[in-house]
């Protein structure tokens, strides 16, 4: 008696042994789309980056024009207002374009760049990967349009241009490819989009190099000899970095609706934050917590940050951001794992470097709940030294972490601690 998934598989192989030229077709055809989305995408992605570079440069050589954040915050919000896009879902669109098959508009690219690029140049406290999904998302979207393609094409191409932008901008490819697949249900790869993403992400991070891209490089030093007593402190440091990856995410959601509550008018929302944000800044007489802060990130690693520096990036940031500035949550979610992971590993007397190389990829596993896509950035960003260590952070950390995120959108399809459940939306 054939059982029901052998008499399946059985099906399978037939069917593709009919067929050997249609599936054919079918490789030729993604590989010219998602060949040409990693060239498309990753050209907007190469003159985004310059574009933040130049900004960023600026400001920190003209520090004074972090005073005109408010007018920044004003313009932005106006710009929305305009294209009628005030209620904009940001990444969560381009999820629940996937999950969903919500329309991406063609204004979403114009919008995040501009805006990202504004917030950046005058200070304000966010990212760039957040919005280089959005904008990977929404170019691949309307460059699917050219094809006609069908839903589940669409939602394929869309993938592809989360995977090129994340890859051109992070020079991170392995972990690019797997994070639009990771990222749209939790318990769920969407495999059918694996060789797309790959190339898109391949392709563009080779295009974003070759133009003068380069991804961030962090260098580990002193990793621990593997044994019972490191493994007991990176498993209470994992715990740890899970518990402030929710702590995170409530704050970004809290103070967002507290200033919803307290200003419904956008225009003075964002004043009211810009104007908290500067004085924050002046008290601290710091530009640390300007911008994404890769700077801080690398002092970190070097073990020289200040204990309370997450607690602070995780504040401005999510004043930033819900007062209505435009930008990403990833690179700050990297700050609050390396000045953590550094802190923590000072006090319990192991590597600061490698405790912050630690904090960073269990902050990025809590928050974006992608434990596949963390490892292949920790080896990606780190090297392959220690890699027991960061096998445990990631486990530890996705299960620890609940059922939070940075994204609402994100569908969470399993238990994470029962592979038999479903967790129903």
């Known amino acids: 008696m054939k059982s029901k998934f052998g008499g399946r598989k059985t099906a399978m192989m037939m069917e593709y042994g009919k067929k050997p030229l249609h599936n054919m077709k079918i490789l030729l055809k993604w590989l010219f789309i998602s060949i040409t989305t990693g060239l498309i995408v990753g050209l907007f992605s190469v003159a985004f980056a310059h574009c933040m570079n130049y900004v960023t440069n600026f400001r920190e050589a003209h520090v004074y024009i972090h005073a005109a954040l408010p007018l920044a915050g004003l313009l932005i919000v106006a710009l929305y207002k305009i294209c009628k896009k005030e209620n904009e879902k940001g990444t969560n669109l381009v999820l629940s374009s996937i999950s969903e098959e919500d329309d991406i508009p063609v204004t979403m690219a114009p919008l995040i760049f501009i805006s990202t690029v504004t917030t950046h140049l005058f200070g304000g406290s966010a990212g ?70 790959i190339f898109s992400a391949l392709v563009a991070s080779r295009f974003a190099a070759g133009m003068g891209i380069h991804p961030e490089a962090f260098h580990v030093t002193e990793v621990p000899e593997f044994s019972v007593v490191s493994c007991g402190k990176v498993t209470a440091i994992a715990v740890i970095c899970a518990v402030v990856s929710i702590l995170f995410c409530y704050s970004l959601r809290k103070i967002k609706g507290l200033l919803k509550d307290k200003f419904e008018n956008a225009y003075v929302r964002v004043v009211v934050g810009a104007l908290i944000v500067i004085l924050l800044n002046l008290a601290l007489q710091t530009t640390d917590y300007m911008g994404a802060g890769v700077h801080v990130i690398e002092r970190a690693l070097e073990g020289n940050v200040v204990w309370y520096a997450f607690l602070l990036k995780i504040l401005i940031t999510s004043i930033t951001l819900g007062a209505g500035f435009k930008g990403g949550e990833i690179v700050p979610t990297l700050f609050i794992g390396a000045t953590l992971g550094s802190t923590l590993g000072g006090l319990f007397g192991m590597s600061q470097s490698m405790c912050g190389a630690l904090g960073m990829t269990a902050l990025f596993c809590g928050v974006t709940n992608c434990p596949i896509t963390s490892l292949l950035i920790s080896f990606e960003l780190f090297g392959y030294k220690g890699v027991e260590y960061f096998l445990i952070a990631v486990a530890i950390s996705y299960l620890m972490s609940g059922y939070t995120g940075l994204y609402g959108k994100q569908q969470m399809m399993y238990s994470k601690s029962n592979v038999s459940i479903r967790e129903e939306n």
């Open 128 to 197: 760039r990967e957040g919005a280089a999904l959005q904008l990977g998302g929404s170019i691949a979207n309307s460059y699917g349009k050219v094809f006609k393609l069908n839903k589940a094409d669409k939602k394929v191409i869309i993938m592809c241009g989360m995977s090129a932008a994340f890859a051109a901008l992070f020079g991170t490819p392995m972990a690019a490819a797997i994070f639009s697949l990771e990222v749209v249900s939790t318990g769920i790869m969407y495999y059918g989009a694996l060789l797309p993403a």
